[in-house]
């Protein structure tokens, strides 16, 4: 019999799920026979989502009692089950390999990450569903297909936010190895960033800029360049922090990786160490794209309606992904700013906020993150991605009888 447990709650505890149920499968066969004989279904993975985009009407499956497994072929590696990237990296240094980059916190799912289009930051680097290759799908009849990039349905298989069916193992684009030095600087003015911030965006391999809208001597510009210590952030003014760092009003705790010393890509990209309990925790997040040539604008815009936030804004974190074609990435055919909101874990703050985040920005057509809060009705999403019914054609094509569809999916796509 198929080991069962309760769905609990979203990572941070804002979403409590409406399913009955999470089943443990312990096999392929055993995950077949829980998809073939479901009415409606989801997939459950680390839970680092902050709305119900990965919730059912009835049941949940997790991956978690399956086995995992990493095979390194050339600059491929195939990842099987609910891996993390805390898991993967460290695999991938001992060949000598690596991805292109991380999201800021190691303890998410490759498989979770990737199906929601979540990212670091880079102006040259795309989000973490850009490193896929292949895709691994087990559809709504139990069968396993493979799907790489000459599949017609590649575009919506890497980036598939669940609705095409369970994602049982991904392959990865990999690339060799290399270090970083990350840095994190306060003093940079407001007004430096503002008047080019595609060239502070771009001066490292990463850059992240915190800020609290109202407060610019507690910004940070967080660098994080392969080239050696990123002084450039010096020129404009910025003073490397000490060991005690402060994102707007989100606690630390010494959980933050190492800044000022060179590091494999793996223990500098993330924010927050894979050994450490990550970011804040009792916190909501959002986050929205906007066209990275429209950077200056869609900034100024939210800061002007920053004061009506402030009560429930920890922190926001700016960051750039590189334009893919990915048919529902936030990224899709052109690079992007990322808007990112840590908010208060209070549901009903937030929802009062985002509407005006929204309005501001919607001269703009920014998308949300799939994963995080948002109130932005789908036709309006969907009318800034070209692909967006195609994907909707793909997904009822894999799943004729709609058990992989859920309210969420119905919100943005329709019945």
Do not use: C
Request: charged share 20%; net charge negative; proline share 5%.
């Amino acid at each position: 019999m198929i080991e069962t447990r309760s769905a609990g709650a979203t990572w941070s505890g804002n979403h409590q799920y409406r399913a009955r149920e999470v089943l443990l499968p312990t096999g392929p066969d055993e995950l077949a026979e829980v998809v073939a004989s479901a009415d409606h279904l989801r997939v459950q993975a680390t839970r680092h989502t902050f709305n119900d985009v990965a919730d059912s009407e009835s049941t949940l499956v997790s991956l978690e009692k399956m086995p995992t497994r990493i095979d390194i072929s050339g600059d491929r590696a195939r990842v099987e089950g609910l891996l993390t990237f805390a898991q993967l990296a460290p695999v991938l240094e001992a060949e000598g390999r690596a991805l292109h980059n991380l999201g800021s916190l190691p303890h998410i799912s490759v498989a979770g990450a990737t199906a929601t289009g979540t990212h670091g930051s880079g102006v040259r680097n795309g989000n973490l569903s850009s490193a896929v290759t292949g895709v691994e799908l087990m559809d709504a009849e139990g069968r396993t297909h493979r799907i790489d990039e000459a599949h017609p349905w590649f575009g919506a298989a890497a980036l598939s936010i669940g609705a095409l069916g369970v994602v049982t193992a991904l392959e990865l684009r990999t690339e060799p190895t290399y270090a970083v030095t990350q840095q994190a600087y306060t003093g940079v003015a407001w007004a430096d960033i503002i008047a080019d911030p595609i060239a502070v965006l771009g001066g490292s391999r990463s850059v992240s800029i915190f800020t609290t809208w109202g407060d610019p001597a507690h910004d940070l510009v967080w660098a994080k360049s392969d080239t050696g210590s990123p002084t450039w952030v010096e020129e404009l003014g910025g003073t490397a922090v000490g060991d005690d760092i402060h994102l707007g009003s989100i606690r630390t705790v010494d959980n933050t990786t190492p800044r000022g010393t060179s590091g494999p890509w793996h223990t500098r990209l993330p924010h927050f160490r894979a050994d450490a309990l990550p970011s804040d925790g009792d916190e909501i997040q959002s986050e929205y794209f906007v066209p990275l040539s429209s950077a200056a604008e869609a900034l100024a815009a939210v800061r002007e309606i920053a004061p009506g936030f402030a009560e429930h804004l920890l922190v926001t974190e700016l960051r750039t992904v590189a334009a893919d074609e990915l048919w529902l990435s936030p990224a899709y055919q052109r690079d992007v700013l990322a808007i990112h909101f840590t908010w208060r874990n209070d549901t009903a703050g937030v929802l009062s906020a985002l509407p005006h985040v929204e309005a501001a920005l919607a001269p703009f057509d920014a998308r949300p993150h799939w994963g995080k809060a948002f109130t932005m009705p789908g036709e309006r999403i969907l009318a800034t991605l070209a692909r967006a019914h195609d994907f909707a054609a793909v997904a009822r094509e894999a799943d004729p009888r709609g058990v992989f569809r859920n309210a969420y999916l119905r919100r943005i796509f329709g019945d």
